[in-house]
């Protein structure tokens, strides 16, 4: 994890984007989630549902930046939306960034409930007062997470968001995923 990273996930201070990059997971994956965070309290959160039009907007921005490196594009998966939207609000309601859920543990055991098996699947999370372009932005500046946006055999993509307890931190997830 590069400095800037490390300084992006690890701070506290009001109003600074909080990421983390879970990466490829071909299996299940490590025992531990080493940079899960406690952002606020936990609580009811707002939970957002899967949306057409954010992951539209996320799928176009991730394939301009597979363009610029000759990747294929991704396509938009309504499953994987799903799949992210609920992390999102579960890590909302924990007040935690990280990337092991409270009932299922890695990014594959939660596609695979959602009934899609993955050969490949990373996934990207954040936590802050920013909205998807920003979230976007970052991750597009960000050596982990650019590793799994570039990693050649994904090929759907899904972005989900929740509001905490706090009522103004966002968490989001994106998870980049390919079938068996």
């Not at 057409?52 to 301009?64: K, Q």
């Not at 596609?111 to 996934?123: D, L």
Request: hydrophobic residues 40%; proline residues 7%; charged residues 25%.
């Amino acid at each position: 994890m590069s400095d800037r990273n490390r300084w992006l996930a690890g701070t506290l201070l009001g109003g600074v984007l909080m990421i983390a990059a879970c990466a490829p997971e071909p299996g299940d994956g490590p025992a531990t989630d080493p940079y899960a965070v406690q952002v606020a309290e936990a609580g009811d959160a707002e939970c957002i549902a899967a949306s057409s039009e954010a992951n539209r907007i996320g799928v176009a921005a991730t394939n301009r930046a597979r363009a610029r490196q000759g990747l294929p594009p991704m396509q938009p998966d309504p499953v994987l939306a799903e799949v992210a939207a609920r992390h999102a609000c579960d890590m909302a309601k924990r007040g935690r960034m990280t990337h092991f859920g409270s009932r299922a543990r890695m990014p594959s055991d939660r596609a695979k409930r959602m009934n899609y098996q993955p050969m490949i699947i990373a996934e990207n999370i954040a936590a802050g007062p920013y909205d998807l372009q920003r979230v976007l932005l970052e991750w597009n500046r960000s050596e982990g997470h650019l590793e799994n946006i570039m990693q050649p055999l994904v090929r759907d993509y899904g972005i989900g968001q929740a509001i905490g307890a706090d009522g103004r931190t966002r968490y989001w997830s994106a998870v980049y995923a390919a079938r068996k």
